[in-house]
T-cell receptor
Framework: RKEVEQDPGPFNVPEGATVAFNCTYS??????FFWYRQDCRKEPKLLMS???SGNEDGRFTAQLNRASQYISLLIRDSKLSDSATYLC???????????FGSGTKLNVKP | NAGVTQTPKFQVLKTGQSMTLQCAQD?????MSWYRQDPGMGLRLIHY???????DQGEVPNGYNVSRSTTEDFPLRLLSAAPSQTSVYFC?????????????????FGEGSRLTVL
């Protein structure tokens, strides 16, 4: 079983839409959680960390559900520039590896 | 700031050839790692290191060697290239240990190396 699983998409949404991605993880001892963004043929870059209490950064909201072992990313008022692949990342209790999901592709259309 | 520097950016090899992908970081990060990314497979960890002199295997280590003689450098060696190793390779570094105020846990990536094995 994979450490981290994501719906690969693609999610095709119009500008202005709200879209949500989920990511599940298998190790209940996982400690830290992140969302990364990867543009086509580029390296991944940190979008935001995910805190137990949930956190928001502008149009982006990340949430963690430890009981069900999933993290989510909500994007409100989608922009064309949000088109990218979104990767969830999980770090286990010993903090020595970063486990990546396979990514969810988002296409925002005019 | 240079951050994480990978070379070469592109390489074409013939089956059976060997080569080394170079990775250097100037952020004094203890943790360094190599990933490969294939379509539909996401990023898969090849090898990682938590400090100079310490390396360990990731999910897909076969066919690759690493060493960590300095904090800054973490080269990845392909011993005998095979077409299955055609991929995009990313080097990444971070501070080690539990994220805190000084260490956000962010993983910094190089720009990637696109390798084709014929």
């Amino acid at each position: 079983r994979k450490e981290v699983e994501q719906d690969p998409g693609p999610f095709n949404v119009p500008e202005g839409a709200t879209v949500a991605f989920n990511c599940t993880y298998s190790n209940s001892a996982s400690q830290s959680f992140f969302w990364y963004r990867q543009d086509c043929r580029k390296e991944p870059k940190l979008l935001m960390s995910v805190y137990s209490s949930g956190n928001e950064d502008g149009r982006f909201t990340a949430q963690l559900n430890r009981a069900s072992q999933y993290i989510s990313l909500l994007i409100r008022d989608s922009k064309l520039s949000d088109s990218a692949t979104y990767l969830c990342v999980v770090i286990p209790y010993n903090f020595n590896k970063f486990y990546f999901g396979s990514g969810t592709k988002l296409n925002v259309k005019p | 700031n240079a951050g994480v520097t990978q070379t070469p950016k592109f390489q074409v090899l013939k089956t059976g050839q060997s080569m080394t992908l170079q990775c250097a970081q100037d952020m004094n990060h203890e943790y360094m790692s190599w990933y490969r990314q294939d379509p539909g497979m996401g990023l898969r960890l090849i090898h990682y290191s938590v400090g100079a002199g310490i390396t360990d295997q990731g999910e897909v280590p076969n066919g690759y060697n690493v060493s960590r003689s300095t904090t800054e450098d973490f080269p990845l060696r392909l011993l005998s290239a095979a077409p299955s190793q055609t991929s995009v390779y990313f080097c990444a570094s971070s501070y080690s240990g539990q994220p805190n105020r000084a260490n956000t846990g962010e993983l910094f990536f190089g720009e990637g190396s696109r390798l084709t094995v014929l």
